[in-house]
């Protein structure tokens, strides 16, 4: 299985990489992770390196570009690559650049995410800090953000709150209650509610702390059952 790990800059992507593939490794899986993002070198043991062919800083040196415009770039260039980078194991898990619209919106990101679901059965883990999802609002956005990912690279998503360690991810129940109550955006609040009813959140929430490995039995067991026929993520 493929796993992406998408999500925005700061919500610990990178520890989520390294902390799974020592929890999988120790189950006696083959994972290996693969680092797709041309501008960090990897925090764990890298199969894979996308920095071996492309670096931020070289093509804002060569080609007089800003960072965000490098990175653009860079992307471009990591598809020429990206046959060089797919791996085969029981798990991989890939990493992926801070800026998530670079997968999201970028033809090249989406391109490279396709060729990593031709590959094998691959899945997407949204990654979110869970600090960000303690209002009702954010924590909408954030299933809204799923949405979209699910919609721009057809691959099955999970949302994943991270960083359960230092805070608590509210209920679905509670937010429901909240969005009910409204204040002055009531009709918009209202309208959310039948979107969170279709999203996996309102049967299971998939908390994690990267950090100390809570939560990673129950991210692996919803991971394995997005492709099994006796599982519906309840």
Not at 9 to 28: Q, Y
Not at 66 to 79: H, P, W
Not at 170 to 189: A, C, F, H, I
Request: charged share 20%; net charge negative.
């Amino acid at each position: 299985m493929n796993v992406i790990i998408l999500g925005p800059a700061g919500s610990g992507k990178s520890t989520l990489v390294r902390s799974l593939l020592h929890f999988l490794k120790e189950r006696e899986y083959d994972v290996k992770a693969v680092n797709l993002d041309p501008a960090s070198p990897p925090i764990y043991d890298a199969f894979k390196n996308v920095r071996d062919f492309v670096k931020v800083e070289n093509v804002m040196r060569r080609e007089n570009l800003g960072v965000n415009g490098a990175l653009i770039k860079s992307m471009d260039i990591a598809l020429n690559y990206i046959d060089k980078l797919i791996v085969n194991s029981d798990f991989t898990l890939y990493d992926t650049p801070g800026q998530m619209e670079l997968f999201i919106y970028l033809n090249s990101g989406i391109e490279i995410a396709r060729k990593i679901a031709e590959s094998s059965l691959s899945i997407c883990v949204f990654t979110v800090d869970a600090t960000v999802a303690v209002t009702p609002e954010n924590y909408v956005s954030i299933l809204a953000q799923n949405a979209v990912v699910s919609l721009r690279l057809s691959i099955p998503t999970l949302t994943v709150f991270n960083k359960v360690d230092i805070a608590e991810v509210p209920t679905v129940e509670d937010v429901k209650r909240k969005l009910k109550e409204g204040g002055t955006l009531s009709e918009l609040m209202e309208g959310l509610l039948d979107f969170l009813n279709l999203t996996t959140a309102n049967y299971r929430i998939i908390s994690i702390s990267a950090k100390n490995g809570e939560g990673l039995d129950d991210l692996l067991g919803a991971m394995n059952e997005v492709f099994c026929s006796c599982g519906d993520l309840s």
